[in-house]
């Protein structure tokens, strides 16, 4: 029991009696408009369906606190993350009547991170991972100006415990004082509540409305308003409208249907948590293929900057420019070579050393062009020559501006 409301489970029993056997969990939004004898037989349904229930029972004026509501929903949060770090499953969010007010919406922003405060963010991704399915019975309510003169002295309010009088008068004075409430700071906290409800559509799970036609305070001009929008943002609706059905009465009056369309509805959330499931799998596969296409592009750049690293650290890593000479064999007059001869020899004989004089002033110019005066700090330059070849050799910052003097002396000799 905290403030605001109180949290609890309902696990059914397998055979080892740990309650780890079900399919799923339904998480239970309810407000004070649910009794306790009725809560039993949705928590008794869902527990035949082989899927435990994890309970959040939100006191009446937690609707109109948010600081309350917040308040739960982190309890909730830490009871429902546990579990799923045990063994993640198929997770249900069903609310009756004004719940999603009281405290469902409060979870879906700290989820979605639209809260000021957050959990872990990888305890918010695993949450809506395993979210698979919305149901919405008798509800959820347009929290207006005058819902609770409604909701006040609705009779299932004056049904609760205590003398009939006593609660009517409470409640007319619950009544009279949240007017104000809604006139100052309730009212502004409208749009931030139908905001969370419609975020959920980017959980990708789907919905379940259940409502009545006579329902005076779940009104079906407010239900089909939320369902359209729902589609409209793309979410997946399925709407089970009865007549005469009383608010938070369905299951009691159509205890047949309701019974098939949950089980049904049970049923997809499964498979919809499978999906998830692959999903994430071929997700994961994917970052794998992108982080070893990394590895291997930053292991070839480690090569290509090790082999400039090694530039004329022996005698046989030199600086060779592409000799002349087959093309210059290619305009020769020899008669004794024909021109097939030539082709091949112009087309696979390996390039020769050139001639060009390193200290010359064509050499220089190629030099400065062609190599890179810095790799990683040091200085590339034309030290000699090797057998008659200009090698390339290097050297520290330091003495770079005394080889660049040295370099121009022997330009202008």
């Not at 009547?97 to 919406?105: L, Q, R, V």
């Not at 104000?180 to 931030?192: A, C, N, P, V």
């Not at 890593?317 to 290619?330: C, V």
Request: glycine letters at 8%; hydrophobic letters at 35%; proline letters at 5%.
């Amino acid at each position: 029991m905290i403030g605001g409301g109180r949290v609890y489970w309902e696990k059914q029993m397998d055979v080892d009696g740990d309650g780890g056997g079900s399919n799923g969990v339904v998480v239970i939004f309810v407000w004070s408009s649910i009794n306790e004898n009725h809560l039993s037989n949705f928590v008794d349904l869902y527990s035949s369906l082989g899927w435990n229930s994890l309970v959040c029972r939100s006191d009446f004026l937690t609707a109109f606190y948010p600081e309350m509501a917040l308040s739960l929903a982190f309890h909730l949060l830490s009871e429902l993350v546990e579990e799923l770090k045990t063994r993640p499953c198929p997770v249900i969010f069903l609310a009756f009547s004004g719940a999603p007010k009281a405290c469902m919406y409060k979870v879906l922003q700290v989820i979605m991170g639209d809260s000021e405060a957050q959990i872990h963010p990888d305890d918010s991704q695993l949450v809506r991972n395993c979210i698979s399915g919305h149901v919405y019975d008798s509800g959820p309510l347009d929290f207006t100006s005058d819902l609770n003169v409604k909701f006040a002295l609705h009779p299932t309010i004056r049904r609760m415990s205590g003398p009939s009088r006593l609660v009517s008068w409470v409640a007319k004075g619950i009544s009279s004082g949240l007017d104000g409430l809604y006139l100052t700071r309730f009212e502004s906290q409208r749009s931030e509540y139908w905001h969370a409800l419609y975020s959920s559509v980017e959980i990708g799970a789907p919905y379940l409305v259940l409502c009545s036609e006579n329902d005076d305070l779940a009104p079906h001009q407010v239900i089909s308003s939320f369902t359209h929008q729902l589609q409209e943002l793309g979410g997946e609706v399925k709407v089970v409208k009865w007549k005469n059905s009383p608010h938070a009465g369905h299951y009691t009056h159509n205890p047949i249907q309701y019974r098939a369309v949950i089980s049904n509805f049970l049923e997809k959330a499964m498979s919809v948590h499978l999906q998830k499931i692959r999903q994430l799998g071929e997700r994961a596969h994917t970052n794998d293929e992108i982080s070893e296409l990394i590895c291997d592009l930053q292991k070839v750049a480690g090569k290509s900057n090790q082999s400039l690293r090694r530039v004329a650290t022996g005698p046989c890593d030199h600086f060779f420019l592409p000799s002349s000479a087959p093309y210059q064999s290619n305009s020769s007059n020899d008669p004794t070579s024909s021109q097939e001869e030539q082709r091949e020899r112009s087309s696979f004989r390996p390039l020769q050393p050139t001639s060009i004089n390193a200290h010359s002033v064509l050499g220089q110019f190629l030099f400065d062009s062609c190599v890179p005066k810095n790799i990683e700090g040091w200085d590339i330059r034309f030290a000699g020559s090797l057998n008659g070849q200009p090698y390339a050799t290097s050297s520290s910052r330091k003495n770079s501006n005394l080889g660049f003097k040295k370099r121009v002396f022997r330009s202008r000799l």
